[in-house]
């Protein structure tokens, strides 16, 4: 038992270390707020390029809806003038079915009108031959 050591006794701290280790660990948790501020940064950065990278290709992709439709106007044009625009081809088709439509009915009329207008000459030349005998008639006889 005489070969085991007495214990250390218990030595106080010193205050210098103390201050060192408070220093030391004060110095660390700002190292770690920076890297976080940093991150933070960098995140706030990366959202801002994310942003501007969302505006150019909002921008890009209004620029390409602008430009299809433009082709898509242009191509109808030129069928336009063709003749051979779908729309155009329907609404001319109607028009040309109401226009014909229009031509026969118009030649109906014009039929029916002339086959009053020749009974009418048919029974004003009877009316008058017969007023034209009896006249004759009448003249005779006195």
Known sequence: SSDLAP??????????????ELESAEEEEERSLRGRESDEDTEDAS?????????????EMKEQMYQDKLASFKRQLQQLQEGTLQEYQKRMKKLDQQYKER??????FLHLETEQVERNYIKEKKAAVKEFED????????
């Open 103 to 108: 031509i026969r009915n118009a030649e109906l």
């Open 47 to 59: 959202e801002t390029d994310m942003a501007k990278q969302d505006d150019v290709d909002y921008v």
């Open 7 to 20: 214990p250390a006794p218990a030595v106080p701290p010193d205050p210098c270390e103390e201050e060192d």
């Open 135 to 142: 006249k004759k008639i009448e003249l005779k006889e006195s």
